[in-house]
């Protein structure tokens, strides 16, 4: 029996060699170097696992911070951008419509894709059959919450959204000084994230259309929601990533707060006071027994329309975010949530300890479970920069008592956001529906 298991397991061994292997095909051309353009922090391990197994493609790794404004420039000058260009997700389309981006499909497939990333980053990573990059780190929604507030207040944590309601009035009443929850003013990804994460959206393309509908019943339903808490004084809007919410959050002024998977990086770093008090969960939801997420923020690497050499940029955006030796460093030394890849599954598990700055909660499984409920997706608008900043007027308009309802905000968000659709020339425009 033992000599049958033993060579079963050889069996599966050689099977999954060989899977792995068509994963990662050969570099046969000459020695080539590809620059990146990245702002995380410590992708040179991963560069130096990746020389290691493809020692005629050198990476150059450039951090110029978010370098939206540099790449901008090259694309318009029609020359100077990396092989290899980071890029969020709900600005990748904008990206992709500009034809900053060529396609990589020649060197990773679709089928290959999907077995990697799944269907859902397929939306992140591609438009119109064409794969121009892969993802890197997921932005799934966590709630962040103090479990010292928590403990103080006779708080319980939330798993449905009435439920959050109810404590937020709760803390409200017993210490009105203090936030249960600050919704950001502006940062229209946190508002889209949440209807996203109540398993709606708000736009997307399929077949060479764009569909908006802001107002479709999923996306009111948030909204009110907000709305209601907001309008009655519960919570408040605020400006986020400026010292006083980084404050805000290290002093305990702020009980919980709703953001991607990436934050628990971000709590340690801009809150370190805050030490042992964080703890993290998979946001609520308005029916447990359907649960969904969405995305706040994450990035994918894109190979330019400038590159020379797309394969050897191919087979290294690929390498990067997918093989387990990659995934290894990017976890422990960039700290970066990168669940989306499949192959994740093969290196979570060694992965997952106690963190000290969470209370010794394990974060990776939480991050992980809250990553997995993730089971719709769908296309950003092309014109995401005027998207963000019509809703920060608008938000401030609320703020300033020239909009008595919050919720009202939404259709006046679509309205503008129609209006610069047409702008900017978009004639492929589908009003008031949304594709499966």
Partial sequence: MRKVCAALLVVLLLSFGVAAADYYPEYNGPPVEIT???WTSNENYSIEEFQKAYPNIKVIWEDFGVHYEKAQTALAAGSGLPDILMVEYSFAPEYMDLGAFQPINKWLDEETFLKLYGEEALGWCSMDGQIYGT???SGAIALFYRQDL???????VPTTWDEFAEQARKFKAAAPDLEF????LGYALWWVGLVWQSGGKMFDYHDGNWYIDFTNPIAEKVFNFWGELIDDGIINVTMWWNADWYNSLNMGTTATVLNGCWFAEWLRYNAPDSEGQWRVIAPPNFDPSNPHNGMLGGSGFYVTAHSKNPE???IFVNWLNSHPDSLRCLNQYSNLPIMVS??????????AVEDSFFGGQNIVEELWHAHNLINTTFVGLPIWSNLDNALSLLLQDYVDGKIARFADILPMWEEQVIGFMKEFGYTN??????PE
């Avoid at 928590?150 to 319980?156: H, I, N, Q, R, S």
């Avoid at 929850?181 to 950001?184: E, F, V």
């Avoid at 425009?429 to 949304?434: K, R, S």
């Fill in 429 to 434: 425009v589908i009003i008031g529906e949304l």
């Fill in 150 to 156: 928590f403990d103080k207040y006779g708080l319980t």
């Fill in 36 to 38: 990146m353009w990245a």
């Fill in 135 to 137: 993802p890197q780190d």
């Fill in 181 to 184: 929850n600050a919704p950001p």
């Fill in 312 to 314: 050897a940029a191919a």
């Fill in 342 to 351: 499949k192959r994740y599954e093969e290196v979570v598990h060694e992965l």
